[in-house]
């Protein structure tokens, strides 16, 4: 597929955990829409592999080396962004983990590494990008508080597993539960400087993180390799699984002109299996 329009021509966009999975398939659509795309991933291998096949597409693509957990690397790779490209137009918050357990298997080891990066991560992250954004901002747009124009666009990756509680994951399902109202309140603090921000809640996407829930309840239920999987996509209304494309071109759409008057927004992408 060719994208003609180019709707993000000479955006700067960082893509967190875009060496791999859905973030990969953002990063990409990025690339394709004109975008340059910084990869924040934490593997330096698939980060770099990202850079290059970026690369052939579009202008230029980074491969930043990073925890999103740390907030004194997030607020690094902000200035260095910023040094390099002069500014930060989108932030797509899309790195994330996820595991199967029930309430009496859980410690408070595994709830702490789930928020740190799923909700620590995502928020700091935003921050540290925010803080940029919000300098681009003219005085006069901040002291009217007006502007036709965005000055930043910020897409959260959370899930439908946080638009009700999911049971053997309540750590995850709670983590994305906070993402959607990190998406509404970061909306209604950052309004007043234009920068939009939404959130994408997708179902089942078959990705590494999905292969290790699948290997889980494999190993649990005494399942055969993918028959979780299998299970939980034919529940969803369109019988199938998403793809990471799929979510690429609702977060291109989100990140473009066409989505100026969009923000505090949450999307299903998701086959029809919730309607909240
Ligand atoms: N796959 C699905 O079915 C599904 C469904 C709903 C929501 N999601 C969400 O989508 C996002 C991406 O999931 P995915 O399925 O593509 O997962 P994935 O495991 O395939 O990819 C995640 C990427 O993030 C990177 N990453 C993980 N922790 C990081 C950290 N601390 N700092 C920097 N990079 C880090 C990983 O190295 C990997 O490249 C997650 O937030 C996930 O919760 C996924």
Same mark, same amino acid.
């Given at each position: 597929?060719?994208?003609?329009?180019?709707?993000?021509?000479?955006?700067?966009?960082?893509?967190?955990?875009?060496?791999?999975?859905?973030?990969?398939?953002? &990063?990409? +659509?990025?690339?394709?829409?004109?975008? #340059?795309?910084?990869?924040?991933?934490?593997?330096?291998? *698939?980060?770099? @592999? /990202?850079?290059?096949?970026?690369?052939?597409?579009?202008?230029?693509?980074?491969?930043?080396?990073?925890?999103?957990?740390?907030?004194?690397?997030?607020?690094?790779?902000?200035?260095?962004?910023?040094?390099?490209?002069?500014?930060?137009?989108?932030?797509?918050?899309?790195?994330?983990?996820?595991?199967?357990?029930?309430?009496?298997?859980?410690?408070?080891?595994?709830?702490?590494?789930?928020?740190?990066?799923?909700?620590?991560?995502?928020?700091?992250?935003?921050?540290?990008?925010?803080?940029?954004?919000?300098?681009?901002?003219?005085?006069?747009?901040?002291?009217?508080?007006?502007?036709?124009?965005?000055?930043?666009?910020?897409?959260?990756?959370?899930?439908?597993? &946080?638009? +009700?509680?999911?049971?053997?994951?309540? #750590?995850?399902?709670?983590?994305?539960?906070?993402?959607? *109202?990190?998406? @509404? /309140?970061?909306?209604?603090?950052?309004?007043?400087?234009?920068?939009?921000?939404?959130?994408?809640?997708?179902?089942?996407?078959?990705?590494?993180?999905?292969?290790?829930?699948?290997?889980?309840?494999?190993?649990?239920?005494?399942?055969?390799?993918?028959?979780?999987?299998?299970?939980?996509?034919?529940?969803?209304?369109?019988?199938?699984?998403?793809?990471?494309?799929?979510?690429?071109?609702?977060?291109?759409?989100?990140?473009?002109?066409?989505?100026?008057?969009?923000?505090?927004?949450?999307?299903?992408?998701?086959?029809?299996?919730?309607?909240?």
């Amino acid at each position: 597929m060719t994208f003609p329009m180019k709707r993000l021509e000479g955006k700067v966009a960082i893509v967190t955990g875009a060496g791999a999975g859905i973030g990969y398939g953002i &990063g990409k +659509r990025f690339a394709e829409e004109g975008a #340059h795309v910084v990869i924040a991933e934490i593997n330096p291998e *698939t980060a770099d @592999q /990202a850079a290059q096949d970026y690369s052939k597409i579009g202008p230029e693509a980074l491969a930043y080396h990073i925890d999103i957990g740390d907030p004194e690397r997030t607020k690094q790779m902000a200035a260095d962004v910023v040094a390099h490209f002069g500014r930060i137009d989108i932030l797509v918050n899309n790195a994330g983990i996820s595991d199967k357990m029930t309430l009496m298997e859980m410690t408070p080891k595994d709830w702490d590494e789930m928020h740190y990066v799923n909700t620590r991560g995502l928020l700091f992250t935003t921050q540290a990008v925010a803080r940029q954004m919000i300098a681009r901002v003219p005085e006069e747009v901040k002291q009217a508080g007006y502007s036709e124009l965005s000055y930043g666009k910020i897409v959260n990756i959370a899930s439908i597993a &946080g638009r +009700r509680g999911r049971s053997d994951a309540i #750590h995850y399902s709670t983590s994305k539960a906070a993402v959607i *109202t990190i998406t @509404q /309140a970061t909306a209604m603090e950052l309004a007043p400087y234009h920068i939009n921000v939404n959130a994408i809640c997708p179902a089942a996407i078959w990705t590494a993180l999905y292969k290790h829930l699948d290997d889980r309840m494999a190993q649990k239920l005494n399942l055969a390799p993918g028959e979780f999987y299998q299970q939980r996509i034919r529940r969803i209304p369109l019988h199938r699984g998403g793809t990471i494309e799929e979510i690429g071109s609702m977060a291109a759409f989100l990140c473009s002109d066409e989505a100026d008057y969009i923000t505090a927004q949450s999307y299903n992408v998701d086959g029809g299996s919730e309607m909240n």
